[in-house]
């Protein structure tokens, strides 16, 4: 029986490191839903779009010639027949991916190709709306969260390991905006989906968010 396993929650929360642990220890296909959010943006920008204007976000994204496919565990994708990796963690794509998520048309596409990739077998899909909207009647659903402080640090220390040269506070800032953006736009907004287990990770360590997500998938 095909499972989903739903891991939500906001920028630098812990979703990629704790949702690629569970998939290894349960045998399930991790899955990244911002990548694709991201490989819109990343589109978009590599052809000349504004991405504030909406309509031409949207007709530069159905123009693409989309494919799914698994490669080491992983659910990815191609575009045009390229397949963006470092790309989409670049500062502009970062920048810019929460004006294209908050376009309706763009969440229709994404929900829709999430969806889809359940055809591959049983899957840890992180993201932000996965257990509200992607998959609402899953009865795995994580919401991880910390200290917004701790979240702005692990961000940081993120980006200066991959030779990024930013500082502490635009780091800070740069989340901020993105929280706002993600909790108030009209469209899937970002919210704890309805019997989500919360877990706040600003104390713990990654094999201890990794240990309580496989034991409740478990239990269940």
Request: aromatic residues 4%; glycine residues 8%; proline residues 4%.
């Given at each position: 029986m095909v499972k989903t396993i739903a891991i939500?929650?906001?920028?630098?929360?812990?979703?990629?490191?704790?949702?690629?642990?569970?998939?290894?220890?349960?045998?399930?296909?991790y899955s990244d839903s911002g990548s694709l959010y991201r490989g819109v943006t990343w589109q978009a920008l590599r052809k000349g779009v504004d991405v504030q204007d909406a309509a031409a976000v949207v007709e530069c994204m159905y123009e693409a010639e989309w494919d799914f496919f698994v490669q080491e565990g992983?659910?990815?994708?191609?575009?045009?027949?390229?397949?963006?990796?470092?790309?989409?963690?670049?500062k502009d794509v970062r920048e810019s991916v929460a004006f294209v998520a908050a376009i309706p048309e763009v969440r229709k596409f994404v929900v829709?190709?999430?969806?889809?990739?359940?055809?591959f077998?049983?899957?840890?899909?992180?993201?932000?709306?996965?257990?509200?909207?992607?998959?609402p009647d899953s009865p795995y659903k994580f919401y991880l969260d910390?200290?917004?402080?701790?979240?702005?640090?692990?961000?940081?220390?993120?980006?200066?390991?991959?030779?990024?040269?930013?500082?502490a506070d635009e780091v800070m800032k740069s989340l901020q905006q993105r929280d706002k953006i993600d909790s108030t736009r009209k469209?899937?907004?970002?919210?704890?989906?309805?019997?989500?287990?919360?877990i706040d990770s600003?104390?713990?360590?990654?094999?201890?968010?990794?240990?309580?997500?496989v034991n409740a998938?478990?239990?269940?």
């Open positions: 939500d929650g906001p920028s630098a929360s812990g979703k990629s490191s704790v949702s690629k642990g569970v998939a290894q220890e349960l045998g399930y296909l992983a659910t990815i994708f191609s575009i045009d027949g390229d397949v963006p990796v470092q790309e989409l963690r670049e829709e190709s999430l969806r889809s990739l359940a055809a077998g049983s899957l840890v899909m992180e993201g932000r709306d996965i257990g509200t909207v992607v998959f910390a200290d917004p402080k701790e979240r702005a640090m692990r961000r940081y220390r993120e980006l200066i390991a991959a030779g990024e040269d930013e500082k469209t899937d907004p970002l919210v704890v989906a309805s019997g989500a287990q919360v600003t104390s713990m360590t990654l094999e201890e968010v990794v240990r309580t997500v998938v478990k239990e269940k």
